[in-house]
């Protein structure tokens, strides 16, 4: 009661007792005041209602065999990079492939000058036949001679000078062959092949350059299989040497750049002789079949593969692990539905369940919701927890 209401009622209290006459009227309402008082303390004292408890859900910690996988970043390299350069000088002409395509070995990609290859060749053919001529002579000289010496017609020393001149006659057509040879082949070269098949890059000569043997025209890289050179920490190459000294044929996933995994299957071709010591890791080149052409070379991509089998690994979601100063925990309900927080050792992480070292057991229950609103040794009302994202990922072993 507010206090103008006690002082309005303490003023008529007192002119009732100073009038003898409304004393009985005073008796009466000392009573109800005394009811009044009662009744406003017993309502101040009245229990308020109890909350409820709150609502979590929850999931049970389950038990399979689970992969676990280790990843590298990678850089694709061709298997083979080809360097197109002229055998011959001579101005270029003519480009005659598409910049970026695939070429065949064998397939003409540049046309040089000619005229100079073909006037060599013209040169070349009539050193030829002069040299022919001479031999003819020369054959011609010692028939000649050959009877005339057993006659005594000619001397020896003419016979023996003309059968020097038909050796060399001889070799000087033989000289001039190859000559004519090399010429034509100096003109085959006026047209710049490719030596292998693969992807071409980008022309680095204009048309109109001179070219020399010298000159880079353009690189082809041969990309069916391509490698990928990866880093493998020491301690990983020492563990895989005497777990798996042998690793199976296409056994490497390849997680290209945009998130997706490559269609085929890879695997390691080698491993190079030495430790790198200024980062404590060793090369290792991965090979994959890329009949596509769709991996290129100086692409960066990620290499996964299975480098252990958790048997009877225990799992919890991702969501129900909290992190506190370095220490993870997890939110146990008990059978009574009373909250208890358990510290845990994490392993490996896959897909989006951790793996438990220690500190749960299968069967455990473990808060995936509502992680906020409560506390250890709270009483709360548990549901399931239903994710399909997450059951998709469970189910099985």
Not at 317 to 346: C, F, H, K, M, T
């Amino acid at each position: 009661m507010s206090s103008p209401a006690w002082v309005s009622l303490s003023i008529k209290v007192w002119h009732l007792k100073v009038n003898p006459l409304g004393m009985q009227r005073f008796r009466y309402l000392e009573g109800v005041i005394a009811i009044f008082v009662v009744c406003g303390g017993c309502s101040s004292k009245a229990a308020k209602p109890t909350a409820p408890p709150p609502e979590v859900r929850v999931t049970s910690v389950i038990q399979k065999d689970v992969p676990i996988y280790q990843e590298w970043v990678g850089t694709m390299v061709g298997n083979t990079d080809a360097d197109i350069r002229p055998k011959v000088d001579g101005f270029l002409l003519t480009r005659l492939y598409s910049e970026g395509s695939f070429v065949k070995k064998g397939q003409e990609m540049f046309k040089l000058d000619e005229r100079q290859a073909q006037a060599a060749v013209e040169q070349a053919q009539g050193n030829l036949e002069r040299a022919r001529a001479a031999l003819t002579q020369a054959q011609i000289d010692v028939r000649r001679y050959t009877p005339l010496v057993a006659q005594k017609a000619v001397s020896q020393a003419e016979l023996d000078k003309a059968v020097s001149m038909e050796k060399a006659a001889t070799a000087q057509v033989d000289a001039n062959q190859a000559a004519v040879d090399n010429a034509k082949l100096n003109l085959s070269w006026t047209a710049v092949t490719s030596p292998i098949s693969g992807i071409a890059g980008v022309a680095k000569v204009g048309i109109g350059d001179l070219m020399n043997p010298n000159t880079v025209m353009t690189t082809i890289s041969s990309v069916d299989p391509i490698y990928v050179d990866i880093s493998v920490a020491e301690q990983d190459y020492l563990r895989f040497r005497r777990e798996k000294p042998e690793v199976g044929a296409r056994s490497l996933e390849l997680i290209l750049g945009d998130g997706t995994v490559f269609a085929r299957r890879g695997r390691p071709l080698f491993v190079n002789r030495e430790v790198d010591s200024r980062t404590g890791t060793i090369q290792v080149r991965c090979e994959f079949p890329n009949p596509s052409n769709l991996l290129r070379p100086g692409q960066y991509a990620r290499i996964r593969a299975v480098t252990e089998l958790r048997k009877g690994a225990l799992l919890v979601p991702q969501q129900s692990v909290s992190e506190l100063q370095g220490v993870y925990q997890v939110a146990v309900v008990s059978e009574d539905n009373v909250v208890i927080i358990r510290n845990i050792a994490l392993g490996p992480q896959t897909g989006d369940m951790w793996i438990v070292e220690s500190g749960l057991q299968l069967g455990d229950k473990v808060v995936v919701d509502g992680l906020q609103r409560i506390k250890s040794g709270m009483t709360v009302a548990p549901s399931p927890f239903k994710d399909t994202q997450l059951s998709a990922g469970n189910s099985g072993n």
